[in-house]
């Protein structure tokens, strides 16, 4: 297609590349951004709009990011919105990278990411009134009723909404006119395919890999509890944990006195590297999850996933196929652990299926045709 000829695909964000310009942020949207450059900059031109701390324009081979300066921290959005609204043709598209910073326009083509449900965990220790919240149950529940207002209120903001897992939809379809549920369109996140084929046969060494962020729901209490139960009872386990957040510390201090725990972090070129020399991944988060793509990424590397029974991972696994469905408690994990540790056939079988499970249902491929036929569908 000729430059010329070609339309603009907008994607906005809060931060793409860092506030003054100087590399990508390392995070799962900005992962997921970079996807949507790889699967329409030869047909559309691509521009990243973001704050800043002071304007900018960048230039790569395949897209450009505008930073401009934000006067606030409220209606992030609509600041970055008006800041292109003027060059706005009607032919262009607007995506939203996060529906949570969708803004409501008269513009037709407009595209919000609903990363997975936040509404199915209350983060008690980070809110305004938060112990007097988990003390008093109905409070707790007018929280989530007010919860559920914005997740709707972000819902109808544009005209076409991207779910990474079906329950989302499921939600849209409970709390609002089934006609609505038109909007929406699954497609699951993806992990793409390593080479390397699995040699993880009946390791002398177990190695586990939690690779997230370090915040409470995504269960780090859970994991510190879990690598302290079981290193008493097993000599032959090592953890690895890879991520920052801020609990980083607390779990450093916490797990300083295990020698078969590393805590540090890897880069996004190195994310379907280093879990290659794994053989299970923890995901014990409490909840606000999609389809994840650490999880996802682990699985494309033979790792057996255990993961909590919560949002979107239930889409990804199959309890006893291709990993282990969990209650988020540290029993519940450690039991699934030491069965496969005792197992090594199940372990390297169900690793096997973890793979396949990506290859089949969460390529880069089948992303890719997913989002070329939602242009389509609103062209």
Same mark, same amino acid.
């Given at each position: 297609?000729?430059?010329?000829?070609?339309?603009?695909?907008?994607?906005?964000?809060?931060?793409?590349?860092?506030?003054?310009?100087?590399?990508?942020?390392?995070?799962?949207?900005?992962?997921?951004?970079?996807?949507?450059?790889?699967?329409?900059?030869?047909?559309?031109?691509?521009?990243?709009?973001?704050?800043?701390?002071y304007n900018f324009h960048k230039k790569f081979d395949?897209?450009?990011?505008?930073?401009?300066?934000?006067?606030?921290?409220?209606?992030?959005?609509?600041?970055?919105?008006?800041?292109?609204?003027?060059?706005?043709?009607?032919?262009?598209?607007?995506?939203?990278?996060?529906?949570?910073?969708?803004?409501?326009?008269?513009?037709?083509?407009?595209?919000?990411?609903?990363?997975?449900?936040?509404?199915?965990?209350?983060?008690?220790?980070?809110?305004?009134?938060?112990?007097?919240?988990?003390?008093?149950?109905?409070?707790?529940?007018?929280?989530?009723?007010?919860?559920?207002?914005?997740?709707?209120?972000?819902?109808?903001?544009?005209?076409?909404?991207?779910?990474?897992?079906?329950?989302?939809?499921?939600?849209?379809?409970?709390?609002?006119?089934?006609?609505?549920?038109?909007?929406?369109?699954?497609?699951?996140?993806?992990?793409?395919?390593?080479?390397?084929?699995?040699?993880?046969?009946?390791?002398?060494?177990?190695?586990?890999?939690?690779?997230?962020?370090?915040?409470?729901?995504?269960?780090?209490?859970?994991?510190?509890?879990?690598?302290?139960?079981?290193?008493?009872?097993?000599?032959?386990?090592?953890?690895?944990?890879?991520?920052?957040?801020?609990?980083?510390?607390?779990?450093?201090?916490?797990?300083?006195?295990?020698?078969?725990?590393?805590?540090?972090?890897?880069?996004?070129?190195?994310?379907?590297?280093?879990?290659?020399?794994?053989?299970?991944?923890?995901?014990?988060?409490?909840?606000?999850?999609?389809?994840?793509?650490?999880?996802?990424?682990?699985?494309?590397?033979? /790792?057996?996933? $255990?993961?909590?029974?919560?949002?979107?991972? #239930? +889409?990804?696994? %199959?309890? &006893?196929? @291709?990993?282990?469905?969990?209650?988020?408690?540290?029993?519940?994990? /450690?039991?699934? $652990?030491?069965?496969?540790?005792?197992?090594? #056939? +199940?372990?390297? %079988?169900? &690793?096997? @299926?973890?793979?396949?499970?990506?290859?089949?249902?969460?390529?880069?491929?089948?992303?890719?045709?997913?989002?070329?036929?939602?242009?389509?569908?609103?062209?």
């Amino acid at each position: 297609m000729l430059e010329q000829n070609k339309n603009t695909i907008y994607i906005l964000y809060s931060l793409f590349l860092t506030e003054n310009g100087d590399k990508i942020v390392i995070g799962g949207i900005q992962k997921y951004i970079l996807g949507l450059i790889n699967v329409f900059s030869n047909n559309y031109h691509i521009k990243i709009v973001q704050s800043s701390s002071y304007n900018f324009h960048k230039k790569f081979d395949k897209y450009q990011v505008f930073g401009y300066q934000i006067k606030e921290d409220k209606n992030v959005g609509k600041q970055l919105y008006k800041s292109i609204e003027t060059s706005l043709k009607a032919s262009d598209y607007i995506i939203w990278a996060s529906d949570r910073l969708s803004f409501k326009t008269s513009h037709k083509k407009t595209i919000a990411i609903q990363h997975g449900i936040t509404f199915d965990f209350i983060d008690y220790a980070n809110i305004r009134f938060g112990s007097l919240l988990k003390k008093n149950l109905i409070l707790s529940v007018f929280y989530r009723f007010f919860q559920y207002v914005n997740a709707i209120k972000y819902f109808l903001r544009s005209s076409k909404v991207i779910c990474v897992d079906y329950n989302y939809l499921n939600w849209v379809r409970t709390v609002l006119p089934r006609r609505l549920t038109d909007r929406v369109s699954v497609i699951p996140n993806y992990s793409e395919i390593p080479d390397q084929r699995n040699e993880k046969i009946a390791p002398k060494i177990i190695n586990i890999i939690f690779a997230r962020r370090f915040f409470e729901y995504r269960g780090v209490y859970i994991l510190c509890e879990i690598i302290e139960n079981l290193s008493k009872k097993y000599e032959h386990i090592k953890f690895g944990i890879y991520g920052e957040g801020p609990l980083e510390a607390y779990m450093v201090k916490r797990l300083k006195n295990y020698s078969n725990v590393s805590i540090s972090k890897f880069s996004a070129k190195d994310s379907l590297k280093i879990p290659m020399s794994y053989n299970i991944s923890l995901i014990p988060t409490f909840g606000s999850e999609g389809t994840s793509l650490s999880l996802l990424e682990s699985m494309a590397c033979y /790792c057996v996933p $255990i993961v909590s029974n919560v949002g979107g991972l #239930t +889409n990804v696994i %199959l309890d &006893g196929y @291709n990993g282990f469905l969990v209650n988020p408690t540290s029993n519940e994990f /450690c039991e699934k $652990i030491e069965f496969l540790i005792n197992n090594k #056939t +199940n372990l390297k %079988l169900m &690793g096997d @299926n973890a793979r396949k499970t990506v290859e089949v249902s969460f390529s880069f491929t089948k992303w890719k045709s997913k989002w070329e036929d939602v242009i389509k569908t609103i062209d």
